[in-house]
Nanobody
Framework: VQLVESGGGLAQPGGSLRLSCAAS????????MSWFRRTPKGFEWVSGI????KYADSVKGRFTISRDNSKNTLYLQMNNLKPEDTAQYYC?????????????????WGQGTQVTVSS
């Protein structure tokens, strides 16, 4: 199993970035996937998807998660970025079809991609 994130970088407050996570080595369409992030405050779940999308309150209305099962790729469209969104972002494969905030429910992780929001 391999998960490779891309798309991070520097954005200004109010700007946008789109993260991608290319998956391989498993049946992508049969598992839930999530995005997590590591900030100075800790490690937190951001968003997840199997059929339906779920979001942390801190990103609801600004971030959109999606998946393209034909391309084995997970996405996170991040709009109206805030300095507090600065973090290392990770995609993770769930053990089942259930989206969960608990990291123990995920068995594979990408290496992460850095997002920095600053003027």
């Amino acid at each position: 199993v391999q998960l490779v994130e891309s798309g991070g970088g520097l954005a200004q407050p109010g700007g946008s970035l789109r993260l991608s996570c290319a998956a391989s080595g498993f049946s992508f369409n049969t598992y839930a996937m999530s995005w997590f992030r590591r900030t100075p405050k800790g490690f937190e779940w951001v968003s997840g998807i199997y059929f339906d999308a779920k979001y942390a309150d801190s990103v609801k209305g600004r971030f959109t998660i999606s998946r393209d099962n034909s391309k084995n790729t997970l996405y996170l469209q991040m709009n109206n970025l805030k300095p507090e969104d600065t973090a290392q972002y990770y995609c993770a494969k769930a053990r089942t079809t259930v989206v969960d905030k608990d990291t123990s429910e995920y068995d594979y992780w990408g290496q992460g991609t850095q997002v920095t929001v600053s003027s």
